[in-house]
Antibody, heavy 127, light 109 residues
Framework: QVQLQESGPGLVKPSQTLSLTCTVS??????????WSWIRQPAGKGLEWIGR???????NYNPSLKSRVTISVDTSKNQFSLKLSSVTAADTAVYYC???????????????????WGQGTLVTVSS | QSALTQPASVSGSPGQSITISCTGT?????????VSWYQQHPGKAPKLMIY???KRPSGVSNRFSGSKSGNTASLTISGLQAEDEADYYC?????????FGGGTKLTVL
């Protein structure tokens, strides 16, 4: 059974870069046709998809965050990572990683869901 | 892209049925049958409840069902139970990206 675990600093200063890693256990990050996503949730608010990566290195990002986000994958460590630059207090949130399952037929997605999710890690942006 | 619109809260008594709506646009909900629903208890990670508008993953109670009409998707929970009290989020494909709803707090009275 695949499990995901986020790790990284819980406190980041404004204007600096937030860096998180998601470690996948119970299966290889390279097996199956999976994407791997980052999703965040500010306290008391809704979920926001940040972006995702395929094990080939192909990425998709939320247009509203695209200029500040980089997602990478290290298949040798069974990990994928998130970097968010120039952070402000508005980036304070619980950050989740999740397996992003999509079925594609003739270049069109026909099925999709996020499962499983990591437990989440709180990142606070403050000086 | 804007967040999908959900009611902030809904409530129901044990045994009753409730429906949570999720309204998007012709660029997301209206164009794709790629709506999923997630249940989140306080302090916990979201859990997949419905995918592809109306399909239930293995292990999810058949009291949970989903549907879609035009730009609006819906999650219905029948036979409400105390453990259904949680936040619920819809999610839709929006053409190379994914957009979530703002969430609905379900209170079981």
């Amino acid at each position: 059974q695949v499990q995901l675990q986020e790790s990284g600093p819980g406190l980041v200063k404004p204007s600096q870069t937030l860096s998180l890693t998601c470690t996948v256990s119970g299966g290889s990050i390279s097996s199956g046709s999976y994407y791997w996503s980052w999703i965040r949730q500010p306290a008391g608010k809704g979920l926001e998809w940040i972006g995702r990566i395929y094990t080939s290195g192909s990425t998709n990002y939320n247009p509203s965050l695209k200029s500040r986000v980089t997602i990478s994958v290290d298949t040798s460590k069974n990990q994928f990572s998130l970097k968010l630059s120039s952070v402000t207090a508005a980036d304070t949130a619980v950050y989740y990683c999740a397996r992003d399952i999509v079925v594609v037929v003739a270049a069109t997605p026909t099925s999709h869901w996020f499962d499983p999710w990591g437990q989440g890690t709180l990142v606070t942006v403050s000086s | 892209q804007s967040a999908l619109t959900q009611p902030a809260s809904v409530s129901g008594s044990p045994g009753q049925s409730i429906t949570i709506s999720c309204t998007g646009t012709s660029s997301d909900v209206g164009s794709y049958n790629l709506v999923s629903w997630y249940q989140q208890h306080p302090g916990k990670a979201p859990k997949l409840m419905i995918y592809e508008v109306s399909k239930r993953p293995s292990g999810v109670s058949n009291r949970f069902s989903g549907s879609k009409s035009g730009n609006t998707a819906s999650l219905t929970i029948s036979g409400l139970q105390a453990e259904d009290e949680a936040d619920y989020y819809c999610c839709s494909y929006a053409g190379s990206s994914w957009v979530f709803g703002g969430g609905t707090k379900l209170t079981v009275l």
